[in-house]
Every structure is written in structure tokens, then in C-alpha cells.
């Protein structure tokens, strides 16, 4: 069974080079938390005292405005970093996307970067070869498959990174935003592919300032601020803790049946 586990888990950055406040804002806007100082080295305070237990059939959505740790703490789960201060325990095999251009070159042609993206999430050659033929009928990108990725548009690298990252079986699926920059009706289409992706996946964590996307996709939420978890719990209860208002209660019956919930009783505020 797959697992996360993080016990008073902090991480913390030195900036060796910092010669002015300007450059200590910089990386802080980057990675969140608080500008501290250790001597005369700033130390910027990423994330502060995290205590995590996620299992096997959780989707958690990770919310909190730019800078309040979100990216940090999923590299933290993913074992990218390691914490300054505290532990971390990971059973599984984690796929993180964190950035859809991620392994993928410019110069070579988009078939040959299936293969390469594939590869970078943990995928096998004969694994990718296998889905090469499906991913391309997914990004509908025809012929451009043959041509370098630097000839694409925002929105046709979006498409193959999305048509790559939604074939892999993930054991622990981590995922931050970036999956905006395509036109609505393939969006549409890519998020069936989504759904079946975190069905696949025994563990979600999934970083978006999308409600409907949390609504979708998550059943619980961690609210980051300032390197700190501020809030872990029901889905609904964090959103309208972080927002000051129930989201839910501000869509439609349509909407909410189509991401899969009950529609809002008028005067119960229950859903």
C-alpha cells in the first residue's frame, strides 16, 4: 500500500549570494516561507513544522495563494528535497509533474518526445512504445508529431505533455498546475483522460487554484501559508476556511452534478 508519511518536517534554503533585499524577495516569491538568517547567510524558511499522513485512495488538493509553499511541500513529498529538520517516508513510486515541459527537447520531433517524457516519469521504452500510437490520436496534432517541438504553439506542447503524462500508471500521482493553456473543447477532452489517470493512481495530491479542478479531482485539502500547513481536512470545509465563502453554494445543480456531487440544499448549506 502506498504512503506518505512527513513527521516536523521543515526546509529551509541558504542564499549564499544575496547582496541586496531585492534578491531575498526574489527567491523568497519562489519558494514561499519567511526570510530568516543563520549568521550572516539569509535563510529562507520554506516550509516550517510539516506533519503529513497520506494513504493509499486519498485526493488531496493542495491550495494557498502563489508563494505559501504549495510547490515546496509536493518536491518535499515527491523526495526531491530532503527536510532540513524532521522526517519523511515514501512507499511507492511517485510520478511528479510539477512542470509539463519538463524532459522534453526543443529540438527533436514530438514523436521522439513522447518517448523521452515517458521515460523521465518512470516509464519503460517498450512501455512508451506501446502507447505512442494512442497518445498521438489523443494530442490530434497530426503530422507536427514529426516536426521539432519548437515549432509548436503554447497550446500544442500542452497537448503532447498532457497526452504523455495521462498514459503512465502512477502509484503516488503529484501534480501542480499548468494544464490551462489549451483551447475548451480539448480541455475537455483531456480532463476523461485526467479522471482516468487519478483513478489509476493510488495516491493524489494535486496543487490548483481551480475550484472546479479541486472539486473534480479532491475529496480533502491542505492550506498552505507562509511554509505552514494552516488547515487539513474536508475538500469543502478547507476551500470555504480559504476562501470566506462556500464555493459549492455558488454553482450550479448542473455544475455540481457533473463534477460528481449533490446539489446544495437551499437553506441547509449541506450538500
Given at each position: ?22 534578491l ?10 519567511k ?70 527537447d ?59 503524462v ?36 493510488g ?45 459549492f ?23
Amino acid at each position: 500500500m502506498v504512503s506518505i508519511d512527513v513527521w516536523n518536517a521543515s526546509v529551509d534554503f541558504p542564499i549564499f549570494d544575496a547582496k541586496s533585499r531585492s534578491l531575498k524577495k526574489l527567491a523568497l516569491g519562489k519558494v514561499g516561507g519567511k526570510i530568516g538568517s543563520e549568521g550572516k547567510v539569509p535563510i529562507i524558511e520554506a516550509l516550517h513544522d510539516i506533519t503529513l499522513s497520506l494513504k493509499d485512495g486519498e485526493r488531496v488538493g493542495l491550495i494557498g495563494h502563489n508563494g505559501a509553499g504549495k510547490s515546496t511541500l509536493l518536491r518535499l513529498l515527491a523526495g526531491i528535497y530532503e527536510p532540513t529538520r524532521g522526517q519523511s517516508r515514501i512507499v511507492g513510486k511517485v510520478a511528479p509533474v510539477f512542470d509539463l515541459g519538463v524532459g522534453m527537447d526543443p529540438e527533436i520531433s514530438g514523436y521522439e518526445n513522447i518517448m523521452i517524457r515517458g521515460l523521465f516519469l518512470g516509464m519503460s521504452r517498450k512501455e512508451m512504445e506501446k502507447r505512442v500510437d494512442d497518445i498521438a490520436e489523443f494530442t490530434e496534432l497530426g503530422d507536427y508529431l514529426q516536426m521539432p517541438l519548437r515549432t509548436y504553439s503554447t497550446g500544442m506542447r500542452v497537448r503532447l505533455a498532457l497526452g504523455v503524462v495521462t498514459s503512465i500508471n502512477p502509484e503516488i500521482l503529484l501534480l501542480d498546475e499548468g494544464i490551462g493553456a489549451v483551447d475548451a473543447a480539448f480541455l475537455a477532452k483531456a480532463r476523461d483522460r485526467l479522471k482516468d489517470l487519478v483513478a489509476r493512481s493510488g495516491l493524489l495530491v494535486f496543487a490548483n487554484h481551480s475550484d472546479e479542478f479541486l472539486m473534480e479531482f479532491c475529496n480533502t485539502a491542505i492550506w498552505m501559508d507562509e511554509g505552514h500547513v494552516k488547515m487539513h481536512g474536508d475538500l469543502r470545509e478547507v476551500l470555504t476556511a480559504y476562501k470566506g465563502y462556500d464555493p459549492f453554494e455558488r454553482m450550479s445543480a448542473d455544475q455540481l452534478a457533473r463534477l460528481g456531487h449533490t446539489p446544495v440544499l437551499s437553506g441547509n448549506g449541506g450538500e
